[in-house]
């Protein structure tokens, strides 16, 4: 039994998967492989992932190689009903739709654990949290997981840290082709094409505050000056903040910046990065929106006290008025990249989903011998999949020589034996 919001939508979301089917060839030559090998024969695998278009054809991909596989969304308003109905019909369980309440995406996580998985993936740590909660008495049969961001790692390690996590949970974010790309590119371009659909305004000559210089926050703000934005980098980081400086951003408190930006951009991973007491000085016009994982980036209660619920001015964007000032908050402090866009770009998603099937394979493969804990993905993994990659824009590398691998491998001075 699926839990989606019409099954008519589903010729619309069966384009959209094909789209993003042809434009990611290393899930394909992985989709090829295992469709006849079937390594996930006889598994069942939940995955709990902001279900569009590239997640979809994902998802499609392990159910061809055999496993059965339940989908869920991993946040109400990253899901498109549409592509939930196209999968609905594909045979694949799926629990999600858009808008979801709390409550309900409560709901549709808990369903998707009512089908006993042996394997996970999640974005964010909602489902190993409740995995680890609410169905204890599955954990015996799970083989592992694995997370897709930032945040999910911060909440897996914190459950490490604390002997609770008692399942393998490969770190796909970590994999070098995940955060070099997926995080700096991937959110450099979705994120502004989120802000662009959801405003329609200019982005050339307005001073962009980008909260937050990890991987996101640098493609956010390489993105932003590439468009013809000032760029002033709030962190707290000081190695970070300088890395901010180096690259040609401003850089200061938040306090300093809410006066001067046009556009606020939250990446930080954490809470209250815009708080109560930075609303009163930003500019009228002022957009505020974020792209980290949970919508407690801006303070919506600390803006809500301010300036009362705010009302709907155009899809996606809220009007705060505060005295004399509109300030505009953008998906509800959503995700922007998902809520007001399509997330990132299918090449990119094609390198983070190639390594969320790798790391499904690895766990299968080494089961039994991995502890419950927060592990890598080989650096083979890693290597393959970019490799892959190269392959299929046509692009060639060199390989080290046996004298450059000799030279590599030796600590004494040239010239001496
Ligand atoms: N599409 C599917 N998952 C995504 C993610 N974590 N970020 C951006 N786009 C996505």
Known sequence: MNTIRDS??????????????????VLNSLAKEFSVDKPFRGLR?????????KTAYMAKVIRDSGAEVTITGSNPLSTQDDVAAAL????????????????????????????????????GGDLVAMLHTSFREHLPQVLGGAEETTTGLHRLRAMAAEGALKIPMIAVNDAYCKHLFDNRYGTGQSVWEGIMRATNLVIAGKT?????????????ALRARGLGARVIVCEVDPIKAVEAVMDGHQVMPMAE?????????????????????????MKNGAILCNAGHFDVEIDKKALEALAGPGQTVRRNVKAYTIGE???????????????????????????????????????????GK????????????????????????????????????????????????
């Open 88 to 123: 609905a019909e594909d045979g694949i369980t799926v629990h999600a739709w858009y808008g979801a309440t709390a409550e309900e995406y409560n709901d549709h996580l808990h369903k998707t654990l009512q089908s006993k998985p042996h394997l996970l993936i999640d974005d």
């Open 325 to 367: 000032k509109k300030i505009y908050l953008l998906a509800e402090g959503r995700l922007v990249n998902l809520a007001a866009a399509d997330g990132h770009p299918a090449e990119i998603m094609d390198l983070s989903f190639a390594l969320q099937v790798e790391a499904l394979y690895y766990l299968y493969r080494n089961y």
């Open 8 to 25: 008519a939508l589903a010729p619309e979301g069966r384009l959209k998967i094909t789209w993003a089917r042809e434009h990611m060839p």
């Open 257 to 281: 910046a809410a006066r001067v930006g046009d556009i606020f951009i939250t990446v930080t991973g954490s809470r209250g990065a815009i708080s109560g007491e930075h609303f009163p000085l």
């Open 208 to 220: 962009v505050v980008v909260a937050g210089y990890g991987w996101c926050g640098k493609g956010v």
């Open 370 to 417: 991995l502890a419950p804990a927060v592990l890598p993905l080989p650096r083979e993994v890693d290597e393959k999949v970019a490799r892959r990659k190269l392959a299929a824009a046509g692009i060639a590398i060199d390989s080290l020589s046996a004298g450059q691998k000799d030279y590599l491998a030796s600590w004494k001075p040239e010239g001496t034996v």
């Open 45 to 53: 695998v939940a995955i709990c992932l902001h279900l569009e278009a």
